[in-house]
């Protein structure tokens, strides 16, 4: 049974920093890629940044130069660390392996709520 608790979200002002974290279990974490999802009120839930085993990342454009995602193999976390946030940004924020299928499939945790304010 996969696990995925994401944390670490909360509400900042436009130009500040948030650090989440999303801690795996039932999965061989060392082997997958991850990512970070998010999903805006009445948008579809997008990939915003992947990381593979071998720590090579990739980022949706939105988000270049802003945010950076790194693992911990040894603590099965992954890890997304957001600077520079803007308002739109704001949105519940998932974990999950790359090409995850959407919910209602797959396994998915509770996400975490980063609000963004002006």
């Known amino acids: 049974q996969v696990q995925l608790v994401e944390s670490g979200g909360g509400l900042v002002q436009a130009g500040g920093s948030l650090r989440l974290s999303c801690a795996a279990s039932g999965i061989i974490f060392s082997i997958n890629a991850m990512g970070w999802y998010r999903q805006a009120p009445g948008k579809q839930r997008e990939v915003v940044a992947t990381i593979t085993r071998g720590a090579i990342t990739n980022y949706v454009d939105s988000v270049k130069g802003r945010f950076t995602i790194s693992r911990d193999n040894t603590k099965n976390t992954v890890y997304l660390q957001m600077n520079s946030l803007k308002p739109e940004d704001t949105a519940v924020y998932y974990c999950?392996?790359?090409?995850?299928?959407?919910?209602?499939?797959?396994?998915w945790g509770q996400g975490t709520q980063v609000t963004v304010s002006s």
């Open positions: 999950n392996v790359p090409g995850a299928p959407m919910p209602p499939f797959g396994s």
